[in-house]
């Protein structure tokens, strides 16, 4: 009884020691963590980007491609509310551009580049 005693002790004490030790794994969902200013830096690569390939014709799903990038980048960018606020309106430029461009305008998707641009670049003199 002894023996059983100490072993449930053991295997309980390991158990609950792995269960603790994840501070390790910042991220747990795969995703690369980053600071708040090394990520608009990304997101705004990546608007650059899109705008970039818009300018220089490339067909829609290349543009497509780099504001997925972005998108998927921006979620990084939390520091707090005001800066959360703020990113949600430059993403849903992304997400407006993304859709124009669906459609086939090209100019109106330049024009919610442009605002998401100037709204990540904003975010970096609210932290």
Do not use: W
Request: proline share 1%.
């Amino acid at each position: 009884m002894k023996l059983l005693k100490s072993a449930v002790v053991a295997v309980t004490l390991a158990l609950s020691l792995g269960s603790f030790s994840t501070t390790a794994v910042a991220c747990e969902d795969g995703r690369t963590c980053f600071g708040p200013v090394e990520a608009i830096n990304i997101t705004l690569g990546h608007v650059a980007e899109a705008m970039k390939s818009m300018n220089d014709g490339e067909n829609g799903a290349t543009v497509e491609k780099y504001i997925k990038e972005a998108q998927k980048a921006n979620k990084e960018i939390n520091a707090n509310d005001v800066v959360d606020r703020n990113r949600q309106r430059a993403n849903s430029h992304l997400k407006k551009a993304k859709s124009v461009l669906r459609k086939g305008d090209r100019v109106g998707a330049t024009e919610h580049l442009e605002a998401a641009e100037k709204g990540f670049a904003a975010l970096k003199g609210m932290i």
